[in-house]
């Protein structure tokens, strides 16, 4: 009940494409979704996160959409840039917890 | 600021050596967290610290792993005897007291290769 499931693994876009990462979850007292960038060699950086009360929420090129009824939420990158080459996690968390709990995450290629 | 330390970034040992790792987590975090990423299992919670005390071990997979936080600026994992499944990128993170709102901040990791 605690997992996240991501998709897809990996994934390869054109340079100007939009790239899609999509995951789902169990525990309905998840009440925070955050997506994680981690490049080669450094740490998962956050990226951009949602509260469940909202549907969609757009940084820049980066928009979660999140469908509460359908326990999924989705990460699109518009304008795909060979510098998004990266792996991106999605991840969750509950108010009162501690944890983080990720997803397996998602290996972008953008290419030129 | 600085960010959350950890070092060593790349450690090459062999089977059935004790293998130390270090972690400086950002000032006034009051949380700190150990992980284990590997391409098989993802990323993997191991153990978790409020003001420097164990709250949560159930990551940690058996009893050659062991974790302390002596003070609030510091903290390790030891592997003792190291095993050759034991190699993986180990991540160290802070965040703040309070709600969680799933904000995390890592490391650059250590890389383990237990040979």
Known sequence: QQQVKQSP?????????????????????????P????????????????????????????????????????????????????????????????????GTGTKLQVIP | DAGVIQSPRHEVTEMGQEVTLRCKPISGHDYLFWYRQTMMRGLELLIYFNNNVPIDDSGMPEDRFSAKMPNASFSTLKIQPSEPRDSAVYFCASRR???????????????LTVL
Not at chain 1, 12 to 33: L, P
Not at chain 1, 60 to 70: E, H
Not at chain 1, 76 to 86: N, R
């Open chain 1, 35 to 102: 997506w994680y960038q981690q490049f080669p060699g450094k740490g998962p950086a956050l990226l951009i996160a949602i509260r469940p009360d909202v549907s969609e929420k757009k940084e820049g090129r980066f928009t979660i959409s999140f469908n509460k009824s359908a326990k999924q939420f989705s990460l699109h990158i518009m304008d795909s840039q060979p510098g998004d080459s990266a792996t991106y996690f999605c991840a969750a968390s509950r108010g009162g917890y501690q944890k983080v709990t990720f």
């Open chain 1, 9 to 33: 693994q990996s994934l390869i876009v054109q340079k100007g494409g939009i790239s899609i990462i999509n995951c789902a979850y169990e525990n309905t007292a998840f009440d925070y979704f």
């Open chain 2, 97 to 111: 007291g309070g709600r969680n709102t799933g904000e995390l901040f890592f490391g650059e990791g250590s890389r």
